[in-house]
């Protein structure tokens, strides 16, 4: 089936780095994202990557594409208390509408 | 600009009842998009308008599920009649025409609860 697949939950401490993980499943996929969901609240796109680059840096965020292995990652440096939120990777499949993963779940101890 | 509005922000009905979501997209965007969130299911795409017409409504799960757009400033997602196995929240999100890359703009969702 089209699952893009994600762990589900991750917990850090404060200052520390997060990495998300997640496979995607279409190589036709010309952009990959990542969003951010708070409590009771939509999605809010992160940052996204296109597909023949294989990093990307905004700011704490760095995006890492293995496109061979269909692996995206998302690093958060310094992770703070405020990052605490559930995101979720998204492609495109080679269409205008967005496939989401299940979303990993990022708790923050302080 | 507002960002994308739906309405009701929560709706509790009964089983067999027709519930009608509404949404409000950005000005000036020429996509709309409705997507189910459900703890088992995840976000999943139900259909998406272009410049107002259908483009892809593979998602929608069942007849009892209809989507309209009238006009580019205005969608209804309409379940009739309603089951408890509806019961997830229902996001609209808008994005512009693009070459890619571009946003797509949640709304904050309706909470849908079914009894």
């Known amino acids: 089936g089209e699952d893009v697949e994600q762990s589900l939950f991750l917990s850090v401490r404060e200052g520390d780095s997060s990495v998300i993980n997640c496979t995607y499943t279409?190589?036709?996929?010309?952009?990959l994202y990542w969003y951010k969901q708070e409590p009771g609240a939509g999605l809010q796109l992160l940052t996204y990557i296109f597909s023949n680059m294989d990093m990307k840096q905004d700011q704490r965020l760095t995006v890492l594409l293995n496109k061979k292995d269909k692996h995206l990652s998302l690093r958060i440096a310094d992770t703070q208390t405020g990052d605490s939120a559930i995101y979720f990777c998204?492609?495109?499949?080679?269409?205008?509408?967005?496939?989401f993963g299940s979303g990993t779940r990022l708790q923050v101890q302080p | 600009d507002a960002g994308v509005i739906q309405s009701p922000r929560h709706e509790v009905t009964e089983m067999g009842q027709e519930v009608t979501l509404r949404c409000k997209p950005i000005?000036?965007?020429?996509?709309l998009f409705w997507y189910r969130q459900t703890m088992m299911r995840g976000l999943e795409l139900l259909i998406y308008f272009n410049n107002n017409v259908p483009i892809d409504d593979s998602g929608m799960p069942e007849d009892r599920f209809s989507a309209k757009m009238p006009n580019a400033s205005f969608s209804t997602l309409k379940i009739q009649p309603s089951e408890p196995r509806d019961s997830a929240v229902y996001f609209c999100?808008?994005?512009?025409?693009?070459?890619?890359?571009?946003?797509?703009?949640f709304g904050s969702g309706t909470q849908l609860s079914v009894l």
């Open positions: 000005s000036g965007h020429d996509y």
């Open positions: 999100a808008s994005g512009p025409m693009g070459q890619g890359g571009e946003k797509l703009f």
């Open positions: 998204a492609e495109d499949m080679g269409r205008r509408a967005l496939t």
């Open positions: 279409d190589s036709s996929s010309t952009y």
